[in-house]
């Protein structure tokens, strides 16, 4: 079974880029027709799809965060990374990577979970 960590820093300052790895285990993220994203859940609030990076490499992001996102992988580390630049407190959350098959109407594999505060 797929396997997914998230790392990074917890607490980011204002205007700065938060940056978070997910490392995958137990299978490979260049694996056809597996999409690997990142959702998000402010405190309070529902969860928050923020784009994903497809097997084939090809990137995918929320209209609302396009302007302030970035997905990229390495594949020979099997991971895929997020950066997300301008971040203001509106922006803490805990952050999850997750994947789920093409046809899947779901997300078959969770990270844990990561706290990232925005805060200075």
């Known amino acids: 079974q797929v396997q997914l960590q998230e790392s990074g820093p917890g607490l980011v300052k204002p205007s700065q880029t938060l940056s978070l790895t997910c490392t995958v285990s137990g299978g490979s993220i260049t694996t056809n027709y597996y999409y690997w994203s990142w959702i998000r859940q402010p405190p309070g609030k529902g969860l928050e799809w923020m784009g994903a990076?497809?097997?084939?490499?090809?990137?995918y992001y929320s209209p609302s965060l396009k302007s302030r996102t970035s997905i990229s992988r390495d594949t020979s580390k099997n991971q895929f990374t997020l950066q997300l630049s301008s971040v203001t407190p509106e922006d803490t959350a805990v952050y999850y990577c997750a994947t789920r098959a093409i046809l899947s109407p779901d997300f078959g594999s969770w990270g844990q979970g990561t706290q990232v505060t925005v805060s200075s």
């Open positions: 990076i497809a097997y084939s490499g090809s990137t």
